[in-house]
């Protein structure tokens, strides 16, 4: 199919859609310079991800883990929402899209306008931590200086918990309740776009399988060929800013 079809064909299920549901992975982040962790090259294949029982257990993988996360932080504060984000937030405004499920760690979303309480995020976020233990909320600006004047991983004030980013590690339990808000979303929509995802990650892969057998429309935007092009009613293999904003009609 010629792009410009592509581009129309997905302007037509949307306006067709009672009820959209849009499922993100790092490939709409990496248009706004944010690293794919997972992708070949990516930083896991440089630097091993810290497992969460190594984190709970050792203050050396604490430290390890704080020192990258300081590292890291100049380009997490400095993406800024692209046209992909901005196509999305406007069919939440519109209504077409009810929910956001997304595998991403940056805030992006919600940065873009869209609410929180439309965000679903299941492997967590990295914009903010919290106590392992009572659940405080910290920011990650606010724990830097004692971090650097000691260089230990920090506590929490109130009741001396593991202080972790909000995101879920490699060893930790997905978010029950992330996980059964994003089932109800799929299960509710009769349009299911994901984009930027390689559809590689299981359990959060399982969503558009489970909308397509569920009688849902199947939209695979991404630069690559994913593992589920073969279940999609439509894939476009193109830039993810360039083939929302057009088909949504957003610079
Ligand atoms: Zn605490």
Known sequence: MQSDQEVEELRRLIERARRAVVFTGAGISTESGIPDFRSPGGIWTKQAPIDFQDFVSSEDARRLSWRRRFASDPVMRNAEPNRGHRAVAT????????????????GLHQASGVPAEQVIELHGNTTFAHCLTCGQRYEIEALRPAFERDGTAPRCTWCDGLVKTATISFGQQMPAEAMRRAEIETLAADLFITVGSSLVVYPAAGFPELAKHNGATLVIVNRDPTGLDALADLVVNRLIGDTLGAAVGVN
Do not use: H
Request: proline share 0%.
């Open 91 to 106: 069919l939440v405004r519109r209504g077409k899209v009810a929910s956001i499920i997304t595998q991403n760690i940056d």
